[in-house]
């Protein structure tokens, strides 16, 4: 007998399945399950989670959130936030351009993240979960609901890549890992940031532009603030995955035009709440660490005309630092200098970056005809013949001018107009010290750095910087001098370290040779500066600030690793450069070379920003 089958008609229409999560329930539930999850996390964090003090912050009290509760508090807000912009609640679609999903999910992740790690912290550091309240059973159960329910937001699967038949068990094994990993990464990929219904009106923008800078300025504090491990490390948890979520909701895309479009204005801002920064703070303890990373991050900012506009890769920049502090320690009055003068401020400063500018003429003159690694080799080894050649200089190895490896020490306070920088001085009725007052100066150094960087990377020569970090060899078919220009940024760059170099010898006191190492545990060294362009963004300036603030504040934090904290803040930075090599805040142009299937902009500027 024969069974005759009847094939479906087609209606010409190719049947494809709806876009699901990664975990199987309906999308209406999914988005319910996410948003509800972040506001009780917020709740949450008005209970106790423990019974006693004994955890660091103080977790006992009801009604008042303290220590790692703030910072869930914080994801489980910006979870709930993200998801109430996903039902197009009015007032709320400007802050998700590209979509909300995919900023849920992470908001979502990290703030399971953070309490659970705040849960098993208390677990561990107290004896077992029997120490927890409710509150943290109902953190841990809420984080992890809002979690799935993220997680079951629908989105575009990749297809699958076809496999050879032949392949062996661990071949299939390999393809179907990558397949999963393609689809996990397109899970939390975000969408095309779409332009605002309507554009702002000017006061707005600029009301957009000091809120931002606002929201810097505060996390800033918080975490140069953070007083144990377990609240830095939980900061750390929450600054990645909020950062991470805001990026992915087209937010940060669409304040940086609007910042674009406001430059002036962005930079005034800026300038205006980092000199808030020491009156946020009732002591000179953490002003200490913000004026270090200025000197870094003005010295790293100097580094990047070097490497991020014109492309060459200078491994002993710290030195041209060296000699612009050595410079301003002989001139300073010191009882240790050779030389018994006293310049005013503005001549040692002015002095220090004109000696650091001849002897990057003088090095770069010869060796700036070499390329790539071969130039790299040779700034190596100046950097390492500044440092030995000022070790030596001790009166026995050679001529007494640096005074070996004891340096120039008793490099005394600066006083300019009869403003002591070394004594406490109220100021509006806020009361500022030493250190407070050196790092408003440094902030005002950083001002003209970043106003030199910023007219020469506008410039015809820092289109021609640009031009040869291209293409050198067709920048000079197309007639640019090649030489004259790498001279130029080789100069300026030593220039700007020095000057920074004349403010950072009256900091600490005392200039030694072994502040000024190729690599070493504390920044500045030319290993941590060429890592904070890097790792900021190369060309840009922003990018240089927030990378230097990032290297001295972590090492600085994790000190309680003990021997593995090279290991962890390594290891961080290996999955920085694997996931995000352009860079933290890259220019435009160095993104799309990373990421060619991102959407090209109308309009790049000169240096690609």
Do not use: C
């Amino acid at each position: 007998m024969t069974t005759q089958t009847t094939a479906a008609k087609s209606t010409g229409t190719p049947v494809t399945d709806a876009p699901k999560g990664l975990i199987g329930l309906p999308e209406s539930a999914g988005r319910a399950l996410a948003t509800a999850g972040g506001l009780l996390a917020v709740v949450s964090t008005f209970l106790a989670w423990t019974w006693t003090s004994e955890f660091p912050g103080d977790l006992t009290v009801y009604g008042y959130p303290g220590g790692l509760q703030v910072l869930v508090l914080v994801g489980g807000a910006l979870t709930a936030l993200f998801g109430l912009a996903s039902y197009d609640v009015k007032g709320l679609r400007w802050l998700v351009p590209a979509g909300a999903d995919s900023a849920i999910k992470l908001a979502a992740l990290g703030t399971f993240v953070t309490a659970w790690y705040t849960v098993i912290a208390i677990s561990v550091k107290l004896g077992g979960v029997v120490n927890l309240e409710p509150g943290g059973y109902i953190v841990a159960v809420v984080t992890l609901l809002a979690l799935v329910g993220a997680l079951a937001l629908p989105f575009e699967r990749p297809a699958p890549d076809p496999h050879d038949p032949d392949d062996t068990g661990w071949e299939q094994f390999r393809h179907n890992a990558r397949h999963q990993g393609a689809v996990v990464k397109a899970a939390f990929a975000s969408g095309t940031t779409k332009p605002p219904a309507r554009q702002l009106p000017s006061y707005a923008e600029i009301l957009v532009i000091v809120a931002a800078l606002a929201v810097g300025l505060l996390v800033f504090t918080y975490g140069i603030g953070t007083e144990y491990d377990e609240l830095f490390v939980g900061f750390l948890i929450t600054a990645g995955f909020g950062f991470a979520a805001i990026a992915k909701s087209g937010l940060i895309n669409r304040v940086s035009a609007i910042t674009s479009k406001h430059r002036t204005v962005t930079m005034i801002g800026a300038f205006v709440a980092a000199a808030a920064f020491p009156f946020t703070q009732s002591d000179d303890q953490y002003a200490t660490i913000g004026v270090y990373i200025l000197i870094f991050a003005t010295v790293a900012l100097g580094l990047n005309i070097v490497v991020g506009l014109a492309g060459l890769l200078d491994l002993g920049y710290v030195a041209f630092l060296g000699v612009g502090a050595y410079t301003a320690a002989m001139v300073s009055g010191s009882p240790s200098s050779p030389f018994d003068i006293h310049l005013p401020f503005w001549a040692s400063a002015l002095l220090g970056a004109a000696v650091a500018m001849v002897f990057g003429v003088i090095i770069g003159a010869p060796t700036l005809r070499l390329r790539g690694d071969y130039l790299a080799i040779v700034t190596l080894g100046f950097g390492e013949i500044f440092r030995i050649a000022v070790l030596n200089m001790d009166g026995t190895s050679g001529p007494d001018i640096t005074n070996g490896s004891n340096g120039i020490s008793s490099i005394p306070n600066l006083n300019i107009l009869g403003f002591d920088f070394g004594q406490e001085h109220t100021i509006a009725g806020f009361t500022i010290a030493r250190f407070a007052n050196y790092f408003l100066l440094m902030l005002l150094i950083t001002l003209v750095v970043v106003i030199v960087f910023r007219r020469s990377s506008d410039s015809r020569i820092g289109r021609a910087w640009v031009a040869i970090r291209e293409d050198e060899t067709a920048a000079l078919a197309m007639g640019i001098n090649g030489f004259r220009v790498k001279l130029i940024a080789f100069a300026l760059g030593a220039a700007l370290a020095g000057l920074a170099g004349t403010v950072q010898a009256h900091v600490t006191y005392t200039v030694t040779p072994e502040q000024y190492q190729f690599a070493h545990v504390v920044p500045p060294n030319s290993a941590f500066l060429l890592a904070a362009v890097v790792l900021g963004g190369m060309g840009t300036i922003s990018g240089p600030l927030v990378g230097a603030a990032l290297l001295y504040l972590i090492p600085a934090k994790l000190q309680f690793l003990g021997d593995y904290q090279l290991f962890a803040f390594g290891l961080a930075l290996v999955l920085l450069m694997r996931f995000r090599p352009e860079g933290l805040i890259p220019n435009r142009r160095r993104q799309l070379e990373f990421h060619e299937e991102a959407e090209a902009p109308t309009v790049l500027s000169k240096a690609g920003a």
